[in-house]
């Protein structure tokens, strides 16, 4: 039995079950409306729950936020990190005053890193978390809702699309990321 041409629609009750698993073990991206290869995928954001988030329970609201913005989650693990991976991935902090009880305090317990994708993942990200500083957050936004500390800052996101990429490159492999095609988002964006 052949594999079906790229341009076929996945959803065709014609197609005979193997073209499905075909996609699966091949990736392939398939717009919802069946007109064949999506776009390439949409920008990405690192975030990742700090210790107090997840000490606090905080991961499943945290992530219900960004999935109820419309955005699609693309990776995710559990992990608690070395010293020496905390200090590249705050490498631009290193010579301030607090940065060795950043990184002793962010290697004490689990951290939830993610990877978000979506249009303007950077930009609307911020907005979601709010600013470095609770104090300065917006009610509505999670550091607004979930923090008063500035060192308690329940999250960390990469603050533009060239950190999030040297982020998301220094906490997942290539293969741990996924691209799927997520069936709502002809409903979240217009074009």
């Not at 990877?115 to 609770?134: D, F, H, I, M, Y």
Request: net charge neutral; charged share 25%; glycine share 10%.
């Amino acid at each position: 039995m052949g594999v079906p041409a790229e341009t076929g629609n996945p959803a065709d009750p014609d197609l005979p079950f193997s073209f499905n698993a075909y996609c699966l073990r091949h990736e392939c991206i398939y717009s919802p409306s069946g007109q064949g290869p999506s776009a390439p995928p949409a920008p990405r954001r690192f975030i990742a729950v700090k210790p107090d988030g997840v000490q606090r329970g905080l991961v499943g609201e945290i992530i219900g936020r960004f999935e109820r913005r419309g955005y699609k989650l693309a990776a995710i693990k559990l992990v608690t990190a070395s010293k020496e991976h905390l200090q590249k991935h705050y490498e631009d902090l290193k010579g301030k005053p607090f940065f060795d009880g950043l990184i002793e305090y962010m290697a004490s317990g689990p951290i939830c890193a993610m990877v978000w994708e979506g249009r303007e993942a950077c930009k609307v990200g911020r907005q979601l978390l709010g600013a470095t500083n609770p104090m300065a957050s917006q009610p509505g936004t999670i550091r607004g809702d979930f923090a008063i500390d500035v060192g308690r800052n329940v999250c960390h996101g990469s603050d533009g699309v060239e950190s999030a990429q040297k982020e998301i490159a220094l906490w997942f492999k290539k293969e741990e990321i996924n691209s799927w095609p997520k069936v709502d988002e002809r409903w979240v964006y217009e074009k």
